[in-house]
């Protein structure tokens, strides 16, 4: 057999695209557990990543997951995604969560008990590498309006890393939210987050991301989930002193995640958000009754808050709390893809950098 077909469906949250695939693989993935069964897709069906992520079919800032059924049967989990990109595989997603668990809804795919009109809200599990997570999402019985999930415990790994730059000095910390990612903030005046500087940004970006890997004495590795290691992306912060805390339409800041090696995240960034949210909660800027607006590169918008503090993260070695976050998802289609084992450009696929 020369050629196979893969389906996917279509996505994007926020204008970050996300590739959802539904066919392709065996029906029987080898596994104990989801991580189990993503190291074996690893090792034996890794095309599958590849030509769906990278150039020809996909591009250089391209998300998608490999929708699976449940491992974990206690959990009682709805689906299980597994989270890639042409780099590799990821942990977690925040922006693919609301997009996978959008699309569940959407085609039908949970059960009919499940389903709420709102104001209700409908409660969806779904399974991950670090856990299942909880979701709800608002359905008004045609579309999906938006979807809540709750991030991994987040906690600040290192706070005030002092980092020279060619826009000069800053400062962050580097918070774990799933990943671990440097948080720095930068005024508008130096460095403006639109879309006109993304050049500048992702450059930035790579620029901090390289040095603090080459920093002396830094041990970027999660103890409670250890798969998790390194530091995978550079947030980039304009923050905004909005006088009424309490309004959640006006955003609190606008930041780009440069992540990988030099990718540019188009929405505010899920898991990001969360991490934010948990940094400031942690450093006492915000506490539980504010609503957290973070604006994106192009402009949209998620929502996050602090639903749950006081714990404990890291093998029990740093403060932590949950963060909700709240954002909208949309479907725009499905493709079926003909893969051909003879194609090796379109088989392996390729990136051309930033």
Known sequence: MNTAVVTTIETHTCGEPFRIVTSGLPK????????????????HYDHLRKTLMREPRGHYDMFGGILLDPVDTAADADAAILFMN?????????????????????????????????PDLMRVMLETAVGVIETEACWNGRKVEFVRFRNTAAFILYRDIPVDTSVGPLKGDIVFNGAFNFFAEVDESVLAIRPENATTIVNLGFEIKRKIKEMPGLSIVSKDFPQIQGLHGVDLINVYHKEDRSDICEPNQRSCLVLGVKQLDRSPCGSGTAG???????????????????????????????VESGIKAHAGEHDACIVEIEGQANVLGTTSWTVDFEDQIGLEGFVIAH
């Open 276 to 306: 934010r949210t948990a940094q400031l909660c942690l450093r006492g800027a915000i506490d539980t009754r504010d609503t957290y607006v973070n604006k994106s590169l192009i402009g949209s918008l998620l929502r996050a808050r602090v």
């Open 86 to 118: 042409p780099d590799g595989y990821t942990d977690q997603c925040g922006h693919g969560m609301i997009s996978v668990v959008t699309t569940l809804i959407q085609h039908g795919w949970i059960g009919r008990d499940k389903y709420r009109v709102k």
């Open 28 to 43: 029987r993935i080898p596994g104990a557990t989801l991580l189990d069964k993503r190291n074996y897709i690893e090792q």
